[in-house]
Nanobody, 123 residues
């Protein structure tokens, strides 16, 4: 079992930055590729970014490419999402998730999920 807990969400103006963190407990994260997803009110949960087991490969949704950066620290059992140049359309609850597979944006491929952290971007 892996327990995931996100933090770092909040309210920010358009153009600003936030850094989300995801801390894991129960098992080491090095056995899993990690992803970030988001869900806006009335919309389906969508893929944002993923990072491989070692951190050497990353994968982004087109909507965040060039603005967001995912990273991980396996020694600390954490995953982060640096979000820059935020837009109102980035407003959502952000979730981190763990999967034994690589390069998948499918929510069903992720076995463990955090509870989410709210990000609100004002215009």
């Amino acid at each position: 079992q892996v327990q995931l807990a996100e933090s770092g969400g909040g309210l920010v103006q358009a153009g600003g930055s936030l850094r989300l963190s995801c801390a894991a407990s129960g098992r080491t994260l090095s056995s899993y590729a990690m992803g970030w997803f988001r869900q806006a009110p009335g919309k389906e949960r969508e893929f944002v970014a993923a990072i491989s087991w070692s951190g050497s490969s990353t994968y982004y949704a087109d909507s965040v490419k060039g603005r967001f950066a995912i990273s991980r620290d396996n020694a600390e059992n954490t995953v982060s999402l640096q979000m820059n140049s935020l837009k109102p359309e980035d407003t959502a609850v952000y979730y981190c998730a763990a999967t034994p597979r690589w390069r998948t944006a499918v929510t069903g491929a992720y076995e463990y999920w955090g509870q989410g952290t709210q990000v609100t971007v004002s215009s």
